[in-house]
């Protein structure tokens, strides 16, 4: 089992910056893929970015390249996401996921989920 907590989220003006973070705990949590997931408002959970283990690859959303950038402290046992330029669109529920079995962006594939933390920007 792996537990997942979120922080960071909270309501600001688009154009700003967020850093989101993810504690992880349980056995086997410093050594999976961790990624993070938006759900917005009656749409579907989505892909934003994953990272493997040993944070040597990452992966992103093409509507959030070059804006946000994942990282991770296995001595923490953390994952983080850093958010620029944000947009409105990118107004969501964000959820930190761990191990997944699978293709990385699609959210069926991930074992383990948060509970989510909101993130609102304002135009």
């Known amino acids: 089992q792996v537990q997942l907590a979120e922080s960071g989220g909270g309501y600001m003006q688009a154009g700003g910056s967020l850093r989101l973070s993810c504690a992880a705990s349980g056995r086997t949590s410093s050594s999976v893929p961790l990624g993070w997931f938006r759900q917005a408002p009656e749409k579907e959970r989505e892909f934003v970015a994953a990272i493997t283990w040993s944070g040597g690859s990452t992966f992103y959303a093409d509507s959030v390249k070059g804006r946000f950038t994942i990282s991770r402290d296995n001595a923490k046992v953390a994952v983080y996401l850093q958010m620029n330029s944000l947009k409105a669109e990118d107004t969501a529920v964000y959820y930190c996921?761990?191990?997944?079995?699978?293709?990385?962006?699609?959210?069926?594939?991930?074992?383990?989920w948060g509970q989510g933390t909101q993130v609102t920007l304002s135009s």
């Open positions: 996921a761990a191990d997944p079995s699978g293709e990385y962006t699609t959210p069926q594939a991930w074992d383990y």
